[in-house]
């Protein structure tokens, strides 16, 4: 009896031990080789990026510092993404001073010393990202902030840059970010001052060496940095300094605040991130929200909301609205980015606070009319991994295949439809062959599943399913 039960035990234990040493570690991504818009981690099936990123500040305080946020409050943070089922995160930078750890040095006096990197810094930031991947997040290491001081525009970025290490008046080294007192730091991310120049480049090695065992690392130039040979500068130091070392990661680069979309397209970058028109940011009428082109620049995009503008308020973009956006975004072929207020700020709220307590997990506050858009992300991850020929597809804006114009498709293969009009069918050039249906209700998530056998090929016509409320999604796979 002994003998069995000492067999039954070691079992159970050598079991257990290898479920635990089953679990996957995460991989490097790496463009997909036979689909170009999504991401292999080494296993063939293509990765898609979802997020419902936000600052890490506190932005009522001066400057939008990163301190207020410590371990707990990053655990807290996964737990909320985790529960909308994303799979993605931005971590924040701030290039100026609001009190918390920052790139340099502090002395007594309370001035930099930009020959000095702080160590805390780099662990506090490292220690966040590892804590991501025990989560198979993953995550974009930002590296510059253009809201840090270096805008020619923006009240914020004005007081941001009287806090900027590189004002004259915030170091003891004589440099200058603004030599012709422009009221911002004009100098501090120009590629050609040969001066300021050589401390950015010890500081991104620094961070190069940091992270280079994280197998979840994007490489982020940065968030709305108008200076396109700065960010080029900075692509080509990485690879170089990172073709030295074991793992290569990819590099992210998007545009806002008058960069262009043309700088990110002609640049070397792995993952670009294009930007609404400026002047039609946050309205409902830019092409990135209401119609997103289809992706077509042979590298995987993202589409971020903070650059599209689809964030002023929850009464301006509806629930409707929010849902419209990110299946849209997906079935155009990006990859799909909320700028999420969380507990930051009444000013992306609607003008007031409607924040809620433990919402929607114990311990995190945040407005519940933004849930429409966090669930429309993890219900678009759900369906992409479920996918069983994502690497075949490719999206469309010709409503001959597709009548509404949002569809990724496989011939004969693999369609996922959205109808964004509340009342609409779906007719599809639908391949000959038998398909297994799928009508999913992007507002309460429910579906209801059928089959087609022995279709002869040509358009069919699917009506607006009776369980569906409004908006909908049809998915079919052979």
């Not at 219900?379 to 804006?397: C, G, H, V, W």
């Amino acid at each position: 009896m002994k003998k069995a039960t000492f067999i039954f035990t070691f079992l159970a234990i050598f079991a257990l031990m290898s479920q635990v040493s089953a679990e996957p570690e995460m991989a490097l991504l790496r463009q997909h080789p036979k689909n170009w818009r999504y991401f292999d981690n080494g296993t063939g099936k293509p990765v898609y990026l979802v997020s419902s990123h936000t600052w890490m500040a506190d932005l009522t305080s001066p400057g939008w510092p990163q301190g207020d946020w410590d371990a707990n409050k990053l655990n807290k943070y996964l737990d909320f993404i985790q529960y909308w089922n994303l799979n993605f995160i931005r971590t924040w930078m701030w290039e100026h001073d609001a009190g918390a750890e920052g790139i340099w040095v502090k002395n007594e006096k309370g001035k930099f010393d930009l020959t000095k990197l702080n160590q805390a810094y780099f662990d506090r930031l490292y220690s966040f990202v590892r804590e991501a991947e025990k989560r198979h997040i993953y995550v974009s290491v930002m590296l510059f902030q253009g809201f840090s001081g270096a805008l020619s525009f923006h009240e914020e970025n004005f007081l941001s840059w009287t806090l900027h290490p590189m004002n004259a008046k915030n170091n003891v080294n004589g440099i200058d970010g603004d030599p012709t007192r422009k009221g911002y730091g004009i100098e501090i991310h120009n590629v050609e001052n040969t001066t300021i120049l050589p401390y950015w480049e010890v500081y991104v090695k620094k961070m190069v060496d940091t992270f280079n065992d994280c197998n979840n690392v994007i490489w982020e130039m940065g968030n709305e940095d108008p200076y396109p040979p700065f960010s080029k500068h900075f692509i080509d130091v990485i690879r170089a300094y990172e073709r030295t070392m074991p793992k290569q990661h990819l590099i992210y680069y998007s545009a806002g605040s008058f960069t262009g979309n043309e700088a990110i397209y002609s640049s070397d970058a792995d993952i670009y991130g294009p930007q609404a028109d400026d002047y039609e940011w946050g309205t409902i009428k830019n092409v990135y929200f209401n119609n997103p082109p289809v992706v077509s620049h042979h590298k995987p995009e993202i589409l971020d909301a903070d650059h599209v503008g689809n964030i002023t308020s929850p009464k301006t973009f509806t629930a409707i609205d929010q849902r419209n956006w990110t299946w849209k975004s997906f079935l155009r072929g990006y990859h799909t980015l909320f700028m999420d207020c969380y507990d930051a700020h009444p000013k992306y709220t609607g003008g007031s606070n409607l924040t809620i307590a433990d919402h929607p997990i114990p311990g995190v506050s945040t407005c519940p009319l933004w849930d429409p858009q966090r669930r429309s992300l993890g219900n678009t991850l759900r369906f992409a991994n479920k996918m069983k020929y994502l690497e075949d597809t490719q999206p469309t804006e010709d409503t001959n295949m597709c009548s509404t114009g949002y569809c990724l498709y496989s011939i004969g293969k693999e369609y996922i439809a959205y109808q964004p009009d509340v009342s609409g069918s779906i007719t599809l050039d639908l391949a000959k062959g038998s398909y297994k249906v799928e009508t999913f209700d992007t507002d309460d998530s429910s579906s209801e599943t059928s089959k087609i056998s022995g279709w002869t090929g040509g358009k069919r016509t699917f009506e607006k399913p009776s369980h569906v409320s409004q908006d909908w999604v049809l998915y079919l796979v052979r």
